[in-house]
């Protein structure tokens, strides 16, 4: 044991957001052939950095507290090892780390590290930087890593440094064969997943990456949105109960909006409001992104609040549609397909990709104003949306030759 390599190595790792300017500190531990790198949580500056001495530069206060604060984490380091050592006990880097950090070894289980996750979103919620939506996701992840740890090891829960290469790919096909969850939505989760375990390897709970070799990339299904023809054969049906007349207009309603279920339940009579047109316009924050919402209503969407203002109360809080569970509106949605006619599978979202294609592009609406209708912080997501046919493409270049024909003359 007197004659192991060891050795503590201080690093900065920056990241991109920043652009390569400052990062964590990063501290790395090798014992023998053992290596563990963790971070301090300290953040600081590339330019400030000195690597030989593997501390910040310069005199400046925040540099030499960072280095006595520094210098003490050595020291500490140090003795934990030392002190193992006299006992005749490991001196792995994790074990130094545990020590260090005050964690019980190995008794940090996968589900608590996920659980920690949520406590921390719920409380970014209620401060109002995210909404429920995401903690929700993770709430959804770690219902199947229970019931899939309870039903492959008989375990509640297995320590987080047990998470490995294997366990992954067993989830995986868990989710794709057992639970009947599709290649899209079981790659999302393993996504997720992988945000916990990054955080992992940082904090020393997790050693080596279990996503190495994994191929997180997926192939975005293409949704062929509702020709006109399929848009008027749904509105002109006539509903002998209410709820499928109700679930019609607020599918309708989308469709010429391009609102999401989310975004429509949330809407509010204080969201309808004149714009610099003097038309009437939604102005709302999309619930999934905090994106704000701005774009004019169109006549069939403006005919259908009307028809519910009788149900919404006046106050400004008031919401506009008495719209059920998401759930229950794309089983309802099912019944209104099979009703009209339409072989395509309905579901609401399809109502926001029939807006931005069929409603929209097709009508010459330019793609950057689609995009800012639905509220997308970047052109690349709103293209998933826009689905261009032959019939535009040979509008468009018809368009293009009676340009060309008067340019050429």
């Known amino acids: ?90 001196v792995s880097p994790k ?70 290469h294997d366990f992954i ?49 997926y192939k975005e299904k293409q949704r062929i949105p509702l020709s006109i023809k399929e848009l008027l054969a749904i509105m002109s049906k006539i509903f002998f109960t209410k709820r499928l007349s109700q679930i019609r207009d607020f599918f309708v309603f989308s469709c010429f909006t391009g609102l999401c279920y989310g975004d429509l339940k949330a809407l509010i009579t204080k969201n309808i409001v004149y714009g610099c047109d003097g038309r009437l316009w939604i102005e709302a924050t999309r619930q ?31 919401r506009i549609f008495p719209i059920p569970s998401n759930q229950k509106v794309n089983e309802y949605l099912k019944e209104i397909g099979n009703l009209c006619g339409i072989t395509k599978l309905l579901t609401f979202h399809l109502a926001r990709h029939t807006f931005a294609t069929t409603i929209a592009v097709s009508n010459g609406v330019p793609i950057e104003t689609v995009r800012l209708m639905l509220s997308h912080s970047s052109l690349r997501y709103t293209l998933r949306y826009v689905n261009i046919d032959d019939v535009k493409i040979s509008s468009d270049i018809t368009i293009l030759e009676g340009k060309l024909v008067h340019l050429l003359k």
């Not at 130094?96 to 590290?113: A, H, M, N, S």
């Not at 109002?128 to 993770?138: A, L, V």
Request: proline fraction near 3%; charged fraction near 30%; aromatic fraction near 12%.
């Open 169 to 217: 790919i067993s989830f995986y096909e868990y989710l794709r064969h057992d639970k009947r969850i599709g290649e899209v939505t079981a790659k999302k989760y393993l996504s997720n997943i992988r945000t916990i375990i990054l955080k992992a390897l940082q904090s020393g709970y997790v050693h080596e990456d279990p996503f190495k070799g994994f191929k997180l990339a």
């Open 288 to 318: 999934k992104t905090g994106n704000l919402i701005r774009l004019p209503i169109l006549f069939p969407a403006l005919n259908i609040i009307k028809r519910y203002s009788r149900w919404s109360k006046t106050d400004s809080l008031s």
């Open 95 to 164: 074990d130094i780390i545990d020590e260090l950090l005050g964690r019980p070894p190995d008794k940090v289980g996968f589900t608590d590290l996920i659980s920690s996750h949520i406590i921390n979103l719920q409380k970014l919620v209620k401060a109002g930087d995210i909404t429920n939506s995401t903690p929700k996701k993770y709430l959804y992840i770690l219902t199947h890593l229970r019931a899939f740890m309870a039903s492959r090891f008989h375990l509640a829960d297995i320590p987080s440094y047990k998470i490995d």
């Open 1 to 90: 044991m007197d004659r192991e390599r060891f050795s503590v190595y201080f690093f900065v790792k920056t990241d991109k957001r920043s652009g390569g300017e400052h990062g964590f500190i990063y501290c790395r531990i090798r014992s023998g052939e053992q290596v563990l790198e963790f971070s301090t949580k300290q953040r600081w500056y590339s330019d400030r950095w000195n690597s030989r001495r593997m501390r910040p530069s310069g005199m400046r206060d925040d540099a030499k507290a960072l280095n006595v604060w520094l210098d003490n984490l050595f020291a500490s380091i140090i003795t934990i090892r030392n002190h193992r050592r006299l006992k005749n006990i490991s």
